[in-house]
């Protein structure tokens, strides 16, 4: 089992920041593909930004030069800085891993429980 905890989310004014962080904990021997999504009410989740174990970023186009994911293997924990926030920018984010169990595992998609991120504006 893997567990998530995501934590940094809030209320914050419109141009401001907020870092989120997911870290991961349980039966875990590798993690491979991390990613941050987000929901609104009635819509469908969208990809915020994801990160290969190698390093290479995607982001959307709604979010890039002002949002940056990034990685910490030793620490299982993956981060979103989200800098100049705007009014659109609210949701709930949901942090998303794959996750190996073993060298020969497939892996495991593995989905946090949320943080709302609130921008006043």
């Known amino acids: 089992q893997v567990q998530l905890v995501e934590s940094g989310g809030g209320l914050v004014q419109a141009g401001g920041s907020l870092r989120l962080s997911c870290a991961a904990s349980g039966s875990i021997f590798r993690i491979n593909d991390m990613a941050w999504y987000r929901q609104t009410p009635g819509m469908r989740r969208e990809l915020v930004a994801d990160i290969a174990r190698s390093g290479i970023t995607n982001y959307s186009d709604s979010v890039k030069g002002r949002f940056t994911i990034s990685r910490d293997d030793a620490k299982n924990t993956l981060y979103l800085q989200m800098n100049s926030l705007k009014p659109e920018d609210p949701a709930v984010y949901y942090c998303?891993?794959?996750?190996?169990?073993?060298?020969?595992?497939?892996?495991?998609?593995?989905w946090g429980r949320g943080a709302q991120v609130t921008v006043s504006s």
């Open positions: 998303y891993l794959v996750v190996l169990h073993h060298d020969w595992d497939p892996g495991t998609m593995v």
